[in-house]
């Protein structure tokens, strides 16, 4: 019975420490000042830009799967490359964050999921996030950082070329099989 008490007394310790932690905020963006690290369309040189392109930020596992997405969609400016999703409330101030971008052409699908040109970016760290980690009120909060002091350039990819893993497979399966009667003659 003493031990339930004390679990019960420090998960309700546990609630309340994390109930009062103080939410740290980013600026979802990528530039860091004048610096733009743009992304590509899929021959790897154009820069996206305009509103037939559309960009999640996401926060994720380490395997990439999404926990959930940091503001609303934006589209990169169609002279500037630049996308901002302004400031948003993410992850426990003065910690960090593990996000992923994920862009895709809106003329060829309206969705990431149904798009046939799109990419996810590598799975990116965002540093010590803004805001008041002790909540002291005579602390004042932190400036918002940049997503885009960890983020990388990459470029969509067309979907409709990369052959189904069963096709892949069978054409090694095929190639070994070659190798193997050409050895035994």
């Given at each position: ?99 992923s971008v994920h862009a895709w052409d809106t003329r060829t699908g309206a969705t990431y999921a149904t ?71």
């Open positions: 019975m003493k031990r339930v008490l004390q679990f019960g007394v420090a998960a309700l310790a546990l609630t309340q420490i994390t109930g009062q932690a103080a939410v740290g905020s980013m600026i979802v963006q990528n530039n860091n000042g004048g610096t733009i690290i743009p992304i590509f369309d899929v021959d790897g040189t154009t820069k996206l830009g305009g509103a037939n392109y559309s960009i999640g930020v996401y926060v994720v596992n380490p395997d990439g799967s999404v926990i959930s997405q940091v503001g609303g969609f934006v589209s990169p400016g169609a002279t500037n490359f630049r996308f901002s999703g302004g400031t948003q409330d993410v992850g426990i101030a003065g910690g960090t964050v593990q996000l798009a046939v040109n799109k990419a996810a970016s590598p799975v990116f760290t965002s540093p010590v996030l803004g805001g008041d980690a002790d909540n002291d009120p005579s602390t004042p909060a932190g400036v918002p950082l940049s997503m885009a002091l960890n983020f990388k350039s990459f470029s969509l990819v067309n979907t409709s070329n990369i052959p189904e893993p069963s096709t892949m497979a069978l054409a090694a399966l095929g190639l070994g099989g070659l190798i193997f009667i050409s050895r035994r003659k």
